[in-house]
């Protein structure tokens, strides 16, 4: 069976088209600048990429001209879109109910719809591609896979934040998690590795946005993004926890908005606030190399931070079995693994420094140091993988 992975944005829907019996990817790409003008780019393997302007008023002209290139007698990997057996969307926030991947029929819709108030950036897009699939596709099975179902196994205690219990229950105030299909990949392979059912297993998506995860025999216990990915350890532009009086006080110094203090928050915080140089992690090193102090502490402050969530994590699992980076400066970001594993010998993970620098970028490779107790990798994630399986389980 063909299933085609979409996720879609604001302003942009990427895809992948999956054989689920070999397992590879047939072709994939980006739409972008949807609503603005338009632009595509569609890639096969071994063949020359195709980049091309078109206009795209919405999602549904996008995935019309998803649809058209793939069947493309020169351009395309398939006869028809009746290959395609089933549509798998990623989709960031399922809320409380939805707690699974799940097939999208209208029910799911309006569920969505109805907590679009939690989720306001990325709910409108992924319903509207949603929708625009189902339109042009009306006769496959739309598979919704959530970030946030991984993290239905947390207990109360890990997601109902300590604040009047009154405004859980009237507006869902509480925790939920996000990245939650890569954690749930790499956990995944992870346990693979070691062979261990009940293995604890802290897990460190370190993109542009970042959060960690601590499960137990491939179940979530804990992770460092809450009500939005605003949680956690600073990232690339967003701040990740802070005292919330800090919130506050700026508020009322500056004169900021609700609105104007969530931006701040989240597009000027992070890497980029304190370096003032960039939001990413390449651009902050560099600029530390050549000695510039406000790079060094930002870069320090990201290191401290995920330190102490691993710590943490360890003292709620009462034990360590792996540690795992994935995402871009996880799998690529050797440096920066380095210094978030110096000094935890005493919590038994050490690293083999010359494996870990000399790893491939984006190559599963084992960096555990020679009689560590924990193991740690570098495992490349592939959530358009995992949504593509979770499609093809659902529907097949
Ligand atoms: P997103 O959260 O947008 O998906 P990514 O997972 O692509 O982000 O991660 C982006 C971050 O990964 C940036 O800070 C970038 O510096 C870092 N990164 C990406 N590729 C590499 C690489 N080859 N080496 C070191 N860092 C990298």
Do not use: W
Request: glycine content about 10%; some cysteine.
């Amino acid at each position: 069976m063909k299933i085609l992975v979409v996720n879609a944005g604001s302003s942009s829907l990427k895809y992948q088209l999956f054989d689920m019996e070999s397992g590879d990817v047939l072709a994939k790409g980006l739409c972008e600048r949807i609503g603005i003008d338009g632009a595509i780019t569609h890639k096969r393997p071994g063949k020359e990429n195709y980049k091309a302007e078109a206009s795209l008023g919405d999602h549904k002209a996008a995935i019309e001209l998803v649809l058209k290139l793939l069947c493309d007698p020169q351009l395309g990997v398939i006869s028809g879109v009746e290959e395609i057996g089933a549509v798998g969307h990623r989709v960031a926030h399922g809320g409380e109910k939805i707690r699974c991947s799940s097939i999208i029929e209208d029910k799911e819709l309006e569920y969505l719809e109805s907590i679009v108030e939690i989720n306001p950036l990325h709910g409108p897009p992924a319903i509207s591609g949603i929708k625009a699939c189902k339109s042009v596709m009306p006769n496959v099975k739309h598979v919704g896979v959530f970030d946030t179902s991984y993290y239905s196994t947390m207990e109360e205690k890990a997601y109902i934040y300590p604040i009047p219990y009154e405004l859980y229950e009237k507006y869902q105030i509480r925790r939920y998690g996000f990245h939650g299909t890569s954690h749930r990949y790499v956990c995944a392979k992870a346990m693979e590795i070691l062979g261990k059912d009940d293995a604890k297993i802290i897990t460190c998506h370190l993109g542009n946005g970042s959060s960690i995860t601590a499960s137990i025999g491939g179940k979530a216990v804990d992770t460092s993004m809450g009500f939005t990915p605003q949680e956690g350890v600073p990232m690339g532009t967003r701040s990740g926890s802070l005292d919330p009086t800090v919130v506050t006080y700026i508020m009322k110094k500056e004169g900021l908005s609700p609105d104007g203090m969530e931006k701040l928050l989240n597009s000027k915080s992070g890497l980029l606030g304190v370096s003032g140089v960039s939001s990413d992690c390449r651009d902050v090193l560099e600029a530390q190399d050549k000695g510039d102090n406000r790079s060094k502490l930002a870069m320090d402050i990201l290191v401290h931070y995920i330190k102490k969530i691993i710590g943490s994590y360890i003292a709620e699992m009462n034990g360590l079995d792996a540690l795992v980076f994935t995402a871009g400066i996880g799998e690529n970001d050797g440096i920066v693994r380095d210094m978030i594993c110096k000094d935890l010998s005493y919590l038994g993970i050490e690293i083999d420094n010359d494996i870990n620098l000399s790893c491939g970028r984006g190559v599963q490779t084992e960096i555990t140091k020679k009689g560590s107790r924990v193991r740690t990798f570098a495992i490349p994630t592939n959530e358009e993988y995992m949504i593509a399986l979770d499609t093809y389980e659902l529907v097949k």
